[in-house]
């Protein structure tokens, strides 16, 4: 049975200047370009977030937001917006990283266990485990470093060559998820992406 029609989607990252090219932010640059092919501002603050209020995303009314918490606390967003805008969990699209995928690829799945990662954690605790959510390969390469530098590192040359790519078919992926529903979506999505995965990252330091 398909689930029902997306009414937000919400882009998991840290806010702050400093951390806004860093492999944990993955979320906040597709919800960033999610607003700008549909033609939306996310600058209202609201409900410890910033939001677009309800857009048109191709053709549906959509909710688009970037929790402000921290990434560690994206569920108290989560839930407040859930609960101002009476959004059902499973109407909810997260967009977040996923350490254990390798760079450029997709997961698309209609509920599950947070992973490891800290911002699904938050939001599992605060709303349940079922919504959906568009997981973001940044690599598996992490466990020669501390996961924390890791993805609070920024891409490596080589990443950047690729990022763009990358980032355009998240969009097209939350596009699909939208427009077409998830099933739809995760059929066509949840394969190797044509993006080349990039190699191994350098040890510098994250910030």
Partial sequence: ???????????????????AQTRHNLGFMVLERVAAEVGARVSRK????????????????VLLFKPQTFMNLSGASV?????????????????????????????????GGAG?????????????????RLRLGMSNEYRERRIRDFVLDRFTKEEQTALEAFLSTAV?????????????????????????????????PGT
Avoid at 46 to 58: F, L, V
């Fill in 1 to 19: 049975m398909e689930r029902r029609a997306i009414r937000a989607v919400c882009g998991l990252g840290n806010p702050g200047e400093e951390y």
């Fill in 79 to 111: 839930k407040l917006i859930a609960a101002k805008y009476e959004i059902d969990p499973v109407e909810i699209l997260i967009v977040c990283d996923d350490a254990d995928l390798p760079f450029g690829r997709l997961r698309i799945r209609g509920s």
């Fill in 172 to 204: 097209d992926a939350v596009h699909s998820i939208v427009k077409d529903g998830l099933h739809a979506a995760m059929n066509r999505f949840n394969r190797p992406a044509p993006v080349q995965d990039a190699p191994p990252p350098d040890v510098t």
């Fill in 116 to 132: 490891g990662h800290r911002g699904l954690e938050s939001i599992i605790a605060a709303i349940g485990k079922d919504f959906p």
């Fill in 46 to 61: 609201e409900a410890q977030a910033r939001t677009s209020g309800i857009a048109n995303a191709w053709g549906s009314e």
